[in-house]
């Protein structure tokens, strides 16, 4: 059994044992693209999209600058990367955080989604840093990839229309409003260094996500059935 | 006689006092800068080309401005106030209702993006890459915003429980419905997710059956034609 990576490697890097090891090319080249995708991650959250370079990379990821330009154009290329593995693992959060309770009322799978990610961001304030504030100045694709995350937490909404008794009439623009709502206000947190507050937003949130499909009333209920997550 | 007027004041010698010129440069060149911002990316921009585009050198260019980024938020400033402006001035008509008003604001603020997509560009989405200052000018004008639809917790009966951060998500994800529209090159077309919007914001301060109601009826006006 393998100890688990943090203790046999304080340092993050995930770096494999260098020189002859008869690893196949393939792992060898996903072990270091990982290991740059993690240092964009940990180096942006520590300096900042812009300030961070690609020496900084190759330095804390142990790799030569031409395996690094062998795997990226350049350091916005490798930024996208890091940017799409936060946001894939906020949704992996949500998706987990959704099923937890195992029970089939909407507003109790959506609390327990939001829940989930708000306290993984607080635990995480990298991912935070990465996934909510920098991922804004870093130019056009990140913008554009900010813009598919939001279509990727859709599903999730998808039931609170249903259980409206006329959910046609609900606009269908409502769901981008929700999803960029709330990460308009993680940001607000997020970018004052508050990110370990972000859970006490989880009450806010519920409001936020039913107001639209079940009214102020039962928004209001649901706010205030909301534990802070402690 | 042609009725526009020369975006460019006649060269050579003239008796304009400097000032004005100096008005009308700087001016040419915050257009410049929004023009040049909606054909290619900010960090594509370049002084040479905003200079060439307002048809003033490059010394001129510096005598105004320290840097690109300088002019960038001179030429954000001066977009962003009228557009804030324009959209309060609509909204604090005495003879409207509080939903009315925000219907009015909507309304004025897509209309005004759609005519001036460079300008919509440059707001609501280049603003991202331009640096700090330039988001937090975008971030101020979107807590103004934000407090006037937090109003409807005073205005509208009953409405007093709901969080003031209400206000601050309905209008942040207005904006990303709005980014998105101008990303996907449907600027033009902004107005037609009024509706969506006049829904979204509404609904926290008022019965749902209500907000559907004023919603679709918006959604009528704009088939028929009959909004400004």
Same mark, same amino acid.
Not at chain 1, 39 to 45: E, F, L, Q, T
Not at chain 1, 130 to 159: C, K, M, T
């Given at each position: 059994?393998?100890?688990?990576?943090?203790?046999?490697?304080?340092?993050?890097?995930?770096?494999?044992?260098?020189?002859?090891?008869?690893?196949?090319?393939?792992?060898?080249?996903?072990?270091?693209?990982?290991?740059?995708?993690?240092?964009?991650?940990?180096?942006?959250?520590?300096?900042?999209?812009?300030?961070?370079?690609?020496?900084?990379?190759?330095?804390? +990821?142990?790799?030569?600058?031409?395996?690094?330009?062998?795997?990226?154009?350049?350091?916005?290329?490798?930024?996208?990367?890091?940017?799409?593995?936060?946001?894939?693992?906020?949704?992996?959060?949500?998706?987990?955080?959704?099923?937890?309770?195992?029970?089939?009322?909407?507003?109790?799978?959506?609390?327990?989604?939001?829940?989930?990610?708000?306290?993984?961001? +607080?635990?995480?304030?990298?991912?935070?840093?990465? *996934?909510?504030?920098?991922?804004?100045?870093?130019?056009?694709?990140?913008?554009?990839?900010?813009?598919?995350?939001?279509?990727?937490?859709?599903?999730?909404?998808?039931? *609170?229309?249903? &259980?409206?008794?006329?959910?046609?009439?609900?606009?269908?623009?409502?769901?981008?409003?929700?999803?960029?709502?709330?990460?308009? &206000?993680?940001?607000?947190?997020?970018?004052?260094?508050?990110?370990?507050? &972000?859970?006490?937003?989880?009450?806010?949130?519920?409001?936020?996500?039913?107001?639209?499909?079940?009214?102020?009333?039962?928004?209001?209920?649901?706010?205030?059935?909301?534990?802070?997550?402690? | /006689?042609?009725? =526009?007027?020369?975006?460019?004041?006649?060269?050579?010698?003239?008796?304009?006092?400097?000032?004005?010129?100096?008005? %009308?440069?700087?001016?040419?060149?915050?257009?410049?800068?929004?023009?040049?911002?909606?054909?290619?990316?900010?960090?594509?921009?370049?002084?040479?080309?905003?200079?060439?585009?307002?048809?003033? %050198?490059?010394?001129?260019?510096?005598?105004?401005?320290?840097?690109?980024?300088?002019?960038?938020?001179?030429?954000?400033?001066?977009?962003?106030?009228?557009?804030?402006?324009?959209? $309060?001035?609509?909204?604090?008509?005495?003879?409207?209702?509080?939903?009315?008003?925000?219907?009015?604001?909507?309304?004025?603020?897509?209309?005004? @993006?759609?005519?001036?997509?460079?300008?919509?560009?440059?707001? $609501?989405?280049? /603003?991202?890459?331009?640096?700090?200052?330039? @988001?937090?000018?975008?971030?101020?004008?979107?807590?103004?915003?934000?407090?006037?639809?937090?109003?409807?917790? =005073?205005?509208?009966?009953?409405?007093?429980?709901?969080?003031?951060?209400?206000?601050?998500?309905?209008?942040?994800?207005?904006?990303?419905?709005?980014?998105?529209? $101008?990303?996907?090159?449907?600027?033009?077309?902004?107005?037609?997710?009024?509706?969506?919007?006049?829904?979204?914001?509404?609904?926290?301060?008022?019965?749902?059956?209500?907000?559907?109601?004023?919603?679709?009826?918006?959604?009528?006006?704009?088939?028929?034609?009959? @909004?400004?």
């Amino acid at each position: 059994m393998q100890q688990p990576q943090e203790e046999l490697d304080p340092f993050g890097t995930g770096k494999l044992p260098s020189g002859r090891h008869g690893l196949p090319r393939e792992v060898v080249v996903r072990s270091q693209r990982e290991r740059m995708v993690e240092s964009m991650i940990a180096v942006v959250a520590l300096k900042g999209y812009t300030e961070t370079t690609v020496a900084d990379i190759i330095s804390n +990821a142990g790799v030569s600058r031409a395996t690094f330009y062998e795997q990226f154009a350049d350091k916005e290329d490798c930024f996208i990367a890091a940017y799409g593995t936060v946001m894939e693992r906020m949704l992996t959060y949500v998706a987990e955080g959704f099923a937890v309770n195992e029970s089939d009322d909407w507003i109790v799978q959506i609390r327990g989604g939001v829940r989930n990610l708000l306290v993984y961001l +607080a635990q995480n304030p990298v991912a935070a840093r990465v *996934g909510i504030v920098e991922g804004f100045g870093a130019g056009a694709r990140a913008r554009d990839r900010y813009q598919q995350a939001v279509s990727s937490f859709f599903p999730f909404l998808d039931a *609170g229309r249903k &259980l409206n008794p006329a959910p046609d009439r609900i606009p269908s623009h409502v769901a981008r409003v929700i999803v960029g709502g709330v990460s308009a &206000l993680m940001f607000n947190e997020a970018s004052a260094g508050h990110a370990e507050k &972000l859970p006490e937003l989880l009450p806010e949130m519920m409001y936020m996500v039913v107001a639209p499909y079940l009214g102020h009333d039962r928004a209001m209920l649901a706010m205030e059935e909301t534990q802070i997550p402690t | /006689m042609t009725e =526009q007027a020369p975006s460019r004041l006649p060269s050579g010698r003239h008796n304009l006092p400097r000032e004005f010129v100096v008005s %009308s440069q700087r001016d040419r060149l915050l257009d410049s800068m929004a023009q040049a911002c909606a054909e290619k990316r900010y960090a594509e921009v370049s002084v040479a080309d905003i200079v060439s585009r307002a048809r003033v %050198s490059r010394s001129t260019f510096y005598e105004i401005f320290p840097d690109k980024e300088a002019c960038f938020l001179a030429a954000y400033d001066a977009i962003l106030g009228r557009f804030v402006t324009e959209v $309060i001035k609509a909204c604090q008509d005495p003879e409207l209702t509080w939903p009315e008003q925000i219907e009015r604001g909507i309304a004025t603020s897509l209309s005004f @993006l759609a005519a001036e997509p460079a300008f919509a560009r440059m707001c $609501i989405v280049d /603003m991202f890459s331009a640096g700090p200052s330039a @988001l937090e000018r975008y971030l101020s004008a979107v807590r103004l915003i934000a407090a006037f639809v937090d109003g409807g917790r =005073q205005v509208m009966p009953g409405r007093e429980d709901v969080p003031q951060s209400i206000s601050s998500m309905v209008v942040g994800g207005a904006a990303v419905v709005i980014r998105a529209e $101008i990303v996907d090159e449907r600027t033009e077309f902004l107005p037609t997710v009024g509706p969506d919007l006049l829904y979204s914001i509404l609904v926290p301060y008022m019965e749902q059956e209500e907000a559907l109601d004023r919603s679709e009826r918006y959604a009528s006006k704009l088939a028929g034609g009959t @909004l400004g």
